[in-house]
């Protein structure tokens, strides 16, 4: 990466006509993709601050993790597509490249698995913590108490100065997500819970959390069990996305990792972000039958109707999200499997893709199907009820959260993020008694 700009070319010259004064500013490039301009002197040097409201052309941060290319639908982890890694690597091998930037050799791996697998149990204490929430809550909220409440039960992995302290932390919340998830589940369900087994890999241990029984033995089926960890890989990072953001921006102030992690669930709790794929399903309900996708793609263009395409469109993609063509085949091969045939909502979304697709309005505006939009059918095949779509989202994006906040501790530029704002209140003006109040 090239820190300072090489020629006179490298900048962007900036004048304020108002005032007459002029700056330039330097660009900086990355590896591949768009140079950024450095404004980091703007207010210094010309007294103005950028205004970009939700961040569409502003870069937060450096980052060696994940490129996306939204144009070409490429979505690159450390350099590789994520193609070759759904379809050759696994979860765990996933997460250790996106946390420590190559794929492991042989050794390395096996050391990581059984490191992630030995952090797999909750403190027994709480397990009482889950039995305070009621049974009918959302998974995400009772994730975003549990999540956070582990820096009650871990004092020994929330120093952030310390690199052992968060790689121990970082193990751990990889590691106990699972087990939280598939609690989420039993809890709801009033059945025991079920302790993770580290014989099993990453995807069927917590398959096997999630339906096992202590009554009679329980299988994990291989296929389904691939489907989950590739469903994970999926998930795994996205560079500066809502959720992610906020980690960064939570662990700027130096907050603890499990305070860090639990704000990034409760940012990815919004239906714009992961609560997308359970909004999925209920549009999918919603519509019913072929013959109503008209009226709702009708709906989905008229400014004056909130309803939106849940599942179609994205702020990066403007192309194919590439992970969403891998889930639709991941799709096939659950239905498959389980001998689903004839699948309603599956040919729902199909044909609400196809005309979709054909539609000038998503053409013009380049609104493709994303990441959510198959996810929801395969979860729902699995028997996994929809309002815990989020939160398996969220088991699988607390790697890219923990891989970014591990990278902005140790990044030496990293300060607290702190924008500034285009104040548009009241002018200054003097506090008036009670009794002179008109
Ligand atoms: N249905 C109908 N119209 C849409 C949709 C949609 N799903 N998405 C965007 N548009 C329109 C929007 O109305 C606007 O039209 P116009 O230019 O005429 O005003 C144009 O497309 C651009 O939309 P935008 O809201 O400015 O785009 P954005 O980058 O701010 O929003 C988004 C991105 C993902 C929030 C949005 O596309 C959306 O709400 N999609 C549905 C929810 C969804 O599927 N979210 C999951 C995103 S991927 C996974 C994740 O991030 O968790």
Partial sequence: MTDSPSSPKDTVTLTNNSSGKSVELPLIAGTVGPKVMDIRSLYSDMDLFTYDPGYTSTGSCKSAITYIDGDEGVLLHRGYPIEEIAEHGDFLEAAFLILKGELPNDAQMTKFVTDISRHSMLNEQISFFFRGFRRDSHPMAVMCGVVGAMAAFYHD????????????????????????????YKYAMGQPFIYPRNDLDY????????????????????????AMDRILILHADHEQNASTSTVRLAGSSGANPFACIAAGIASLWGPAHGGANEAVLAMLHEIGSKERIPEFLKRAKDKNDPFRLMGFGHRVYKNYDPRAKIMQRTCHEVLDELGIKDEPLLEL??????????????????????VDFYSGIIFRAMGIPT????????LARTVGWIAQWNEMLTDPEQKIGRPRQLYVGAPPRHYLPLHQRG
């Fill in 387 to 394: 309002q815990m779509f989020t939160s398996l989202f969220a």
């Fill in 157 to 184: 992995s929330i120093n952030i100065n310390d690199p052992h302290q968060r790689m121990v932390a970082s193990y751990r919340l990889i590691a106990k997500m699972p087990t939280v998830v598939a609690w989420t």
């Fill in 349 to 370: 979304a199909m044909e609400l893709e196809r005309i979709a697709l054909s539609d000038e309005y998503f053409i013009e505006r380049k609104l493709f199907p994303n």
């Fill in 203 to 226: 995807a069927s241990n917590f398959l096997h959390m999630m339906f096992a029984t202590p009554c009679e033995p329980y299988k994990v089926n291989p296929t389904l069990a691939r």
